[in-house]
Nanobody
């Protein structure tokens, strides 16, 4: 499956952005899809994931502000980000895998397919 992330940009603190992860080549609902972020000089960090069933999982720091969702008709995963903070600034990546088990979905190493990343910058 090929993934294309988009929707990043510059926003003021407290604002919102919606990231998209469009898939081609395979039906995305057959995969577990995750969003990760990577700030300069830091390791890639789990943000959220959506299971094949539609169940969702979030990093504690993003819970209540971020929402991951799936549009099967568009073969696209979204990450709605509200109440953005300067510490949310990073490159955001979407990733997918068919063989993940729940205990490993927060690890970037569990995902085989990756999009190219989209920059999110939150100004204070």
């Amino acid at each position: 499956v090929q993934l294309q992330a988009s929707g990043g940009g510059l926003v003021q603190a407290g604002g919102s952005l919606r990231l998209s992860c469009a898939a081609s080549g395979r039906t995305l609902s057959r995969y577990v899809v995750g969003w990760f972020l990577q700030a300069p000089g830091k390791e890639r960090e789990f943000v959220a994931a959506i299971w094949r069933s539609g169940a969702t999982y979030y990093a504690d720091s993003k819970k209540g502000r971020f929402t991951i969702s799936r549009d099967n008709a568009k073969n696209t995963i979204y990450l709605q980000m509200n109440s953005l903070k300067p510490e949310d600034t990073a490159v955001y990546y979407c990733a997918a895998d068919q063989s993940i088990i729940i205990s490993t979905l927060r690890s970037s190493q569990s995902y085989e397919y990756w999009g190219q990343g989209t920059q999110v910058t939150v100004s204070s």
